[in-house]
């Protein structure tokens, strides 16, 4: 935990975690775990990336993960 990469990840990470463990304790989940794998692996590759010094790489994947995120598995904003 030396780099901002490694915070932002871990961060997005975590959200990814938590929303997971949330839905799947419904009664009737919506998600389907792999979902969650395309999000958790461009976390590690953006990470890599921008510890690489490819800064416009990391932050490009960053974003589409959260545009990901917020398209494939619905996450709903609170102020939206």
Known sequence: ???VWDWLTIFIFAGLV???LQRS???????KLWQ???AA???ALANYLG???VVWAAVVILLATL???LIVL????PWA
Do not use: F, H, I, Q
Request: charge should be negative.
């Open 67 to 69: 545009a990901y995120v």
């Open 51 to 53: 510890n690489e010094g």
């Open 36 to 38: 969650y794998m395309p």
């Open 74 to 77: 619905k996450v709903r904003l």
């Open 1 to 3: 935990m030396e780099t």
């Open 18 to 20: 938590t929303l997971m």
């Open 25 to 31: 304790s419904e009664e009737t989940p919506k998600d």
């Open 41 to 43: 692996l461009a976390c």
